[in-house]
Each structure stands twice: as C-alpha cells, then as structure tokens.
C-alpha cells in the first residue's frame, strides 16, 4: 500500500463511495476501470501524492462502495463523481481528473455534462464513447468484442468472474496486459475485492447498461468537448484497437495522445513511471 494513504467514505448521489486519500495541494481524483479498484494507481499515488490532494475512490459497485443493483448508466456515474467534487472542492472548483477504463469512460460523460467542473483530464486505455460505438460497425473493432457480449450472459458471467475465489477476474487481467507479471499481493487484492458480496453482478452492469442503451445513450456526444484531454494509450491493448484514438481531435480538439508501444491494456501496472511521467507533466500544465 502507498504510504500515507487514509480512506474516507463519501455520501454521493446516493451511494456511499469508498476513497483513497493522499497528499496536499491541488485537488487530482482518479478513477479505476474493470475489474481493479482504487489500488489500480498504486505505482502513480506515492509521486502525484508529492505535489496533488489525491482521491482515489472505489467507484460505485466495486471493492468497498455500495453495490446497487442498478444505477450503472453514464449520467448515472458522472454524478457519483460530481457529488465527491462537491464534496472535497466545493461547487465552483474545477478539477484534474484521470481514469483509466470505465474511469475513462465517466470522465468522457463528464467532459460533456459538466466540462465547467473539469480543469483538465486523462483518459487511460478508453475510447471517446461517440466513437467507439460508430467504431463497432466500421472496423475490426468488432472482433475484439467477444467479452463484451460474455458479460451480457446472466449468471454465466457472474459465475465465470467469481469462480475458483476470484479467478476469472485475475484472468481478465491476465488476457488485457498479454500476460504481464501483476505481483501476487495484487493478485490476492482482485481476488478479495470481486468475490465480495454483490461485487460481480454489480461490476458486470457496467457492460450490461452500455450495451443495452448503446448509440442513443451516448449520442450527445456526438459534438465537441473543449475540455483539455490527454489520452494514454498502450498500443499492444487486446480489446481496444489503438486505431481508436485517431481523429479523437474531432471531438476535443484541445487533445493530446501519448501512446506507449507494446504496451496492453493496464498500462498504470504496466508502464508505472512512464504513465505517472506522462499524468504529471499533463496535470502540472493546467
């Protein structure tokens, strides 16, 4: 664990958020994808903690936040992190945010609903949503969507990601890095927080309301942010093609893309002092 890290619980859009705290100065929150939590940044914490107030929450579903059985959709999400920018900055601070993943994915609905909130963010390893969803039906995007439509399978999903004491998680993880080396105490941590109570449906529904709502839940995103936008990106990614950050200045034309060579998906693990290079010459610019 990051030294100095205290944990908070936070009363947000109706659910209660567990978050990571570290450091003094300008406010940085960061948000985790599928199937990590908060410890995801563990590697970026002890160093962005020298010169940001870092909040790293267990978004809603995961680890030890609440597990509602709905309330996974975009807008959704967005306020649960609106709700700790009220909380920790007040109603008129903008902020830096990164997330990687579905993080990345809350900040894109951020960047539209609330660009005001927002000095500037980074997105990890996920697509600006307008144009993954278009992405779907003109590219070889499409082949690499079999464990999307996996975690459409009631039960089956539920089963295979909790299975044998967390397994089928670790595996995800396993099968986005390209079999990168995650050291076992994170290992054992994944383990411990998918198999709790409620975890695997709950993180699953994060899919299953993307899918479901599809183009019509993120059309209004079809126009342009001008929210400051760095994109990371590890090119060697298995799900999600590198082709995905081209044109991305289409939609927010303040963007900057850095992309790290074969690099697969959790590039936070994967590429530690690069990405935490790349998050403080971004943040410090703002």
Not at 82 to 97: C, F, M, S, T
Not at 275 to 283: A, D, G, I, K, R
Request: charged share 15%.
């Amino acid at each position: 664990m990051p030294p100095a890290v205290t944990f908070e619980r936070v009363l947000t859009n109706g659910v209660e958020l567990q978050c990571a705290v570290a450091g003094e100065g300008p406010l940085l929150f960061l948000l985790h994808g599928f199937p990590e939590f908060w410890q995801c940044w563990e590697n970026q914490i002890p160093a962005l903690a020298k010169e940001f107030r870092v909040i790293a929450p267990d978004l809603r579903g995961f680890a030890s936040s609440d597990k509602p059985v709905a309330g996974y959709g975009g807008r959704v999400l967005a306020n649960d992190i609106l709700g700790l920018i009220d909380h920790y900055a007040g109603p008129d601070e903008p902020v830096r945010i990164a997330g990687h993943d579905w993080g990345g994915y809350i900040l894109w609905f951020l960047a539209y609903l609330a660009p005001e909130r927002l000095k500037r963010i980074t997105v990890l390893n996920s697509p600006h949503p307008w144009m993954y969803q278009l992405s779907i039906f003109t590219s070889s995007q499409i082949w690499r969507l079999w464990y999307v439509l996996f975690f459409q399978i009631p039960c089956i999903a539920e089963w295979f990601i909790g299975r044998k004491n967390g397994t089928g998680a670790v595996s995800v993880l396993h099968v986005g890095s390209n079999g990168f080396a995650f050291p076992p105490e994170y290992i054992d941590a994944i383990r411990r927080e998918i198999t709790r109570p409620g975890a695997p449906p709950a993180t699953l529904e994060y899919y299953r309301t993307a899918a479901r709502y599809g183009l019509t839940g993120v059309c209004f995103m079809r126009g342009i942010t001008q929210v400051p936008v760095q994109v990371i990106w590890g090119t060697a990614d298995p799900a999600l093609s590198v082709s995905l950050t081209q044109h991305v200045d289409r939609h927010a034309p303040n963007v900057q893309v850095d992309l790290l060579p074969n690099i697969g998906h959790y590039v936070t693990h994967e590429a530690p002092e690069r990405v935490t290079e790349l998050l403080l010459s971004w943040m410090r610019s703002a």
